[in-house]
């Protein structure tokens, strides 16, 4: 990982990212971020993630942010290792 990278992940104070609003800010690289609300059907997709979340804290005794970061992770390398 670039080290600019890194140093600003270390240093973000927690207050300000939550003022963030990233959906806005990533949506600008890239739009489908702003324009999905109105075409996907969420409810069928966050119940699956909600049981795969409650699982994750459930069977490992994880925190609901560090379920949300492992199945995050998870999420990418299975995006990633398609490519």
């Not at 690289?29 to 993630?49: A, E, G, R």
């Amino acid at each position: 990982m670039d080290k600019e990278i890194e140093d600003v992940i270390k240093n973000i104070d927690e207050k300000k990212e939550d003022k963030v609003d990233w959906t806005s800010a990533w949506g600008k690289k890239y739009p489908v971020l702003l324009t999905y609300l109105k075409v996907v059907d969420i409810d069928k997709y966050s119940k699956v993630i909600r049981q795969m979340l409650d699982s994750l804290a459930n069977d490992y005794g994880y925190s609901e942010l560090d379920s949300m970061l492992v199945l995050k992770d998870i999420l990418y390398h299975e995006w990633k290792d398609k490519k």
